[in-house]
């Protein structure tokens, strides 16, 4: 189901009452999709992330590398 954001607005108990019956409902702002209204359901959902990220790539910064002591100097000098 699809619905732009003034119905939305207007019709939020149906479009609600529809997402509690199992439909997906998503709303539209000027025929660009923003928002997508999806029934909840505890099954199989946890309460907090249970598996790794992958990996990451941090972009290079071009900073040199600091031994672990330059880095404690380094962050002494910061509290004065």
């Known amino acids: ?7 939305f607005n207007q019709r939020s108990s149906q479009i609600l009452a ?3 019956r199992g ?3 998503v709303v539209t702002k000027n025929g660009v999709a923003v ?3 999806v ?18 790539e ?3 910064l071009g900073l040199p590398d600091l031994a672990n002591e330059e880095i ?3 962050l002494r000098g910061m509290g004065s």
């Open 58 to 60: 941090l972009p290079e």
């Open 18 to 20: 529809a997402a509690a």
């Open 72 to 74: 404690d100097d380094v």
């Open 39 to 56: 029934p909840v359901s505890d099954d199989g959902i946890p309460p907090y992330p249970t598996d790794a990220m992958g990996p990451i």
């Open 1 to 7: 189901m699809e619905t732009t954001a003034r119905e």
């Open 35 to 37: 928002a997508r209204v």
């Open 23 to 25: 439909e997906t409902v």
